[in-house]
């Protein structure tokens, strides 16, 4: 049987219909403080991911469904598949609307997860690339740059030319 997910005895329903201030109070002491000041940083990144948000469903509500352009121009056109005019236009907005939604971009790796964000793709610069991070309820009351690590494992291969000054005289044969 697969294990419910509570936080901190809750659901995950009753976390996202608490209100931010009581939210607040179930989460770690660092994290707490970070979001009652509630920089100027994290006020943006709230304002920019609820108008992504926003646009998302937007998106939804409108039938952005991938694989309706492939209907439309077989189904459009002249017989050697030319369109013209409006069709052409219907086709092209469609080919927009059917890719799908760009995740968000942030620098910002201290923002905590919120309730709002459970299901969400964001994407978080670890100092060379964006990570690919899908937010899930288990990530809630952490922060973002837990998630994209910045160092990688390092890998030493075996000893070469050039390795120490003494392998330069080493013959290859």
């Known amino acids: 049987m697969a294990k419910k997910f509570s936080f901190y005895g809750k659901t995950l329903d009753e976390v996202q ?3 931010l201030d009581e ?3 179930l989460i770690p002491c660092k994290q707490r403080r970070m979001l009652k000041r509630m920089n100027y940083q994290a006020r943006k990144f709230l304002e920019k ?3 992504h948000k926003a646009k998302e469903k937007l998106r939804a509500a409108h039938g952005a469904v991938p694989g309706a352009a492939a209907q439309v121009t077989a189904q459009g056109g002249a017989a050697q598949g030319v369109v ?3 069709q ?4 092209k907005k469609e080919v927009k609307e059917s890719k799908p939604a760009k995740p968000l971009r942030t620098h910002f790796r201290e923002m905590v997860i ?4 459970v299901g969400s793709r ?3 610069y670890d100092g060379k690339t964006f990570i690919d991070i899908n937010i899930i309820p288990e990530m809630m009351g952490h922060r973002l740059g837990e998630y994209a690590i910045t160092t990688k494992m390092v890998k030493h291969g075996g000893p070469g030319i050039g390795a120490t000054r003494g392998s330069t005289a080493v013959d290859l044969k």
């Open 88 to 91: 052409a236009t219907a086709q």
């Open 122 to 124: 964001i994407q978080v």
């Open 84 to 86: 013209q005019g409006s």
């Open 49 to 51: 991911f609820r108008k």
């Open 17 to 19: 219909a608490l209100p």
């Open 114 to 117: 919120l309730p709002e964000m």
């Open 23 to 25: 939210f607040i109070k």
